[in-house]
C-alpha cells in the first residue's frame, strides 16, 4: 500500500525541500470564496523528476471527493508517477465556472511546484472520470499540458441536455437555471462543451468509455474523437464493452482498463528523452536525406524528435506536414548545413502549367512545434522573380542561428507564431513576406538590392504582425535604396525597435503599394531606430515612431504567448 504522510502545517504556498517519499494529504493549493483549496500529492522514490498525473474526480459538479480517485492511485504509484488528486468548489454553493477555476488554479500550483514532489512540470497529465473528465477536457484547452485522459467524460452538453429533454438537476444546480432549453441555456451549454473548442493546438487523448453507460452516452466520446481527429489531434480511445457509467463496478468488464491507461500515460509522457535520426549524405547517417527522416517520424508523433543534419548540402523539395509535430532540425553550423532547391513561379510542372509562388519553397513548415538550430534554408534560383526559401505556415515554431537565403520572396512567413534568434535574412524583394506573427530578434536583415524588405499581409484582427527588435540592417551594392517594407493586404503591420539601420534605407521609409487606402489600415511603426538610415522625420506622415510607454506592449511575451503561454525560450534544443 500506499505510504501515508499528512503535512502537518497547511497554507503551504512553496516547500524549501523536495518531499519526502510517500502521500502527502489536504495541502492547500489556493483560496477561493473563503475556502481553502486541497489537494493530495504521492511523491515517488529516486531523485529524478517524474512525470506528472493530475486527477479529477467525478459527481456531476455538485458532489465527490479527491479520494474518489483511489482506485488509480496504486497503478500510478507503482509505475513512478509523480500525482495529485484535487478539490475544487462545488454546485449548488458555487457556480460555473468556479470548478473550472479551481482545476485551472491547481494546474498552475502544480505547474510552480512540481519538482518539490520530484514531478516534471514540463510533462503533466490531465485525467478526470465524468464531470472530472469534463473539467479536464475543459482545462487542456486553457492550460497548456502535454496530455489528457478524459473517463467517461461528457463533452457535448448541448446534446446531452436534448437528450433528456432538459438540462438534468446536476446541470441546473451548476448553471443556475431552470430545465427548460431556450436560447440562452442553449448558448451556454455550447460554450462550456469542449467538443466546441478544440484546436491543432490540443494535446494527444485518451478516452476510456463503457458501452452501456446511460448518464454519459459512449456516443460522446465517439464523437468527441471524431473532432480531435479533425483537427490533427491524438485520440485514443479504450473500449469497454458492457460497463455502465460507475467506474467502480468496471473491473467486472475488463479488469485491465487501469493498466491500459497507466501504459499509455507512460508511452505519452513517461520518457523525456527525445527521438534522434542522423542525416548525412555520404551514408553514414540514418538517412542520406532530410525528407527521408522527416517520413520516419511517426504520424501524430508526441515525442520530441531531434534531426541531426550532417554538414552537407541537401537538395531536395522538404515538407513537415500537419501531421508530424515536434521535429527539430540540428545542424553543426548554418554554413555548413544548407537545406537548397531552385524552384521558382514561372517555372513549368509536369502539366505544362506554372509553379506559382506557394509550390516553389524548398522547406515548408506546416506542423506546429517545429524548431531548427544551425541550418541555412536557401532558394538558389536567383534573379528569376518570386522563389521561396523556407514557408512557415506551422504555430510555435523557433529559428535559432539560420540563415535564410534568397532573391524575391525569400522567408514566408505565412501563419502561426514564430521566434527567430540570431539568424540571417537575405534578399531583394518583399524577402519577408507573409500573414504570421513572427518575433525577430538579434537578426541580420540584408538587402541584395534596392526594393523592399517586407510585405505582411496581417489579418485584420490579429494582434501583431511582423516585430524586429534589436536587428540590423545592411545592404549592397553601396548607394542602393529600399523601403522597409509595403503592404501586401490592408492591414498590414510591421513594427521595428530598436533597430540599427545602414543607408540602405530609403528616408520615406514605407511604400503604400501604390493603394492610398491602406495608408489608412496598415500598421508601420519604429522605435529608437538608430543609424543612417533611420531618420524619423523623413518618413511617411502615415507611419509612426512610437514613444517609449507604445513600445512596451511589443514584448516577446506579449506578442507570441498567445492562449496557450506559449515561451519559445524554454524549446531549446538540448545537445545529444
Known sequence: MVMVMSLLTQG???????????????IVYGQADGESLRLDAFVPEGEKLQPVIIMVHGGGWVGGDKNDMSLLYEPLSQAGFTWFSINYRLAPQHRWPACLDDVQSAVRWIKAHASDYKGDSKRIALLGYSAGGHLVCMTAIREPVQAVVGIAPPTDHLADSVRRGGLSECMQKLLHRPRAIDKEARDLLQKISPINDITSNLPPFLLVHGTTDQSVLYSQSINFREKLSENDVPCELITIEGAPHRISEWTKYEPGYQAKIVDWLSKTIGDDRPIVFTVNADGSGDYTTVQAAVDAVPENNTKPTIIVIKPGTYKEKIVIPRTRRFITFKGDSAETTILTNNLYARMKD???????????????IDADDFSAENITFENSAGDVGQAVAASVRGDRIVFRTCRFLGWQDTLLDQSGRHYYENCYIAGHCDFIFGGGTAFFENCHIHCLSASYITAASTPQHQPFGYVFYHCKITGEPEGAKTYLGRPWRDYASVVFLNTTMSDVIRPEGWHNWNKAHREKTA??????????????QARVDWSRQLTAEEAKKFTLEKILSGDDAWNPMSSKVKPN
Open 350 to 364: 509536369e502539366n505544362g502549367e506554372e509553379l506559382g509562388t506557394f509550390r516553389t519553397p524548398s522547406v515548408t
Open 12 to 26: 503551504v504556498v512553496g516547500l524549501a525541500d523536495t518531499m519526502p517519499a510517500g502521500l502527502h494529504t489536504d
Open 523 to 536: 500598421f508601420y511603426a519604429e522605435y529608437n531606430s538608430t543609424g543612417p538610415g533611420a531618420d524619423p
